[in-house]
């Protein structure tokens, strides 16, 4: 019996002391940790970084020095998570793997963790979920950003593309899945030059009546004087040639 009674006063001391400590980590640490975890951004760009020389094969017709000199690059997306302190962390999981890998910021340069991508055959994104190092204060995510990288777009680079680079099928990073067969893809390329090739005649038609419009009375009076002073010379000779006579 005493054993017992020993056992639940124990639990309660413990469970007392724990919700002090919990208590002061709300009212001192909690709203630091967040507010430091909503300062986490998530942000990508692409950018080249040359390739190791034994990864590749210079292109034939290169002199030798050509070959010795030649460099090749790689385009890769760059993810930058930016803003970690000591008291986060961060969970990176992209869609495509299913692979989840942990930043802390002992990971960072000041802060800033790089997260590279060398596939830009397919979309993929990424589910960052940002977590309190002291899990006694702050058990959940605090947060969980996402960010989706685009494809390359192969078709961007055709010449059927050619002056609709603006046109969406034309992009050369997408957020879409290709769904449209090649044919249905060019139909739709060139049904939308056509359509942009009438619109900048009307355009140019409206600007042609819109400049007459503004210049209208100058236009008149410049006819007018011209047409005047050409009946005016016509006179002068006339009446000279009959003098002459």
């Known amino acids: 019996m005493k054993k017992i009674r020993m056992l639940v ?4 001391v413990f ?7 919990s208590a002061a980590c709300e009212a001192s640490v909690s709203n630091q940790i ?15 970084e040359e390739e190791p020389k034994d990864s590749y094969t210079p292109p034939d017709g290169l002199t030798e020095e050509g070959e010795k000199n030649y460099v090749s690059y790689v385009t890769f997306f760059k993810i930058y998570i930016t803003n970690l302190t000591e008291n ?11 692979k989840t890998k942990k930043y802390t910021y002992e ?5 800033t963790v790089i997260v590279k991508d060398y596939d830009l055959s397919r979309i993929n994104t990424f589910t960052i979920d940002v977590k309190a190092v002291d899990s006694d204060c702050i058990r959940n995510n605090i947060r969980t950003i996402k960010k989706t990288l685009p ?15 603006e ?47 503004k210049n209208k009375n100058t236009i008149i009076a410049t006819s007018v004087v011209i ?8 006179v002068v000779i006339i009446v000279r040639k009959r003098r002459v006579v």
């Open 9 to 12: 006063v124990f639990m309660m």
């Open 227 to 234: 047409i005047v002073a050409g009946v005016a010379t016509a």
């Open 34 to 48: 967040r507010n430091e975890a909503y300062k986490v951004q998530v942000s990508y760009e692409v950018t080249q």
């Open 15 to 21: 469970m007392m002391s724990v919700t002090k400590v």
């Open 107 to 111: 990971d960072s340069e000041n802060g």
């Open 167 to 213: 046109y969406y099928l034309c992009h050369e990073y997408v957020e879409y899945e290709q769904t449209l067969s090649a044919e249905e893809m060019i139909n739709r390329m060139d049904a939308y030059r056509a359509n942009k090739e009438n619109q900048e005649k009307e355009e140019e038609k409206e600007k042609e009546k819109g400049f007459f419009e």
């Open 88 to 98: 986060i962390y961060v969970e990176v999981k992209d869609s495509f793997s299913g």
């Open 151 to 165: 494809r390359r777009n192969e078709f961007s680079t055709y010449g059927v593309c050619e002056g609709i680079s």
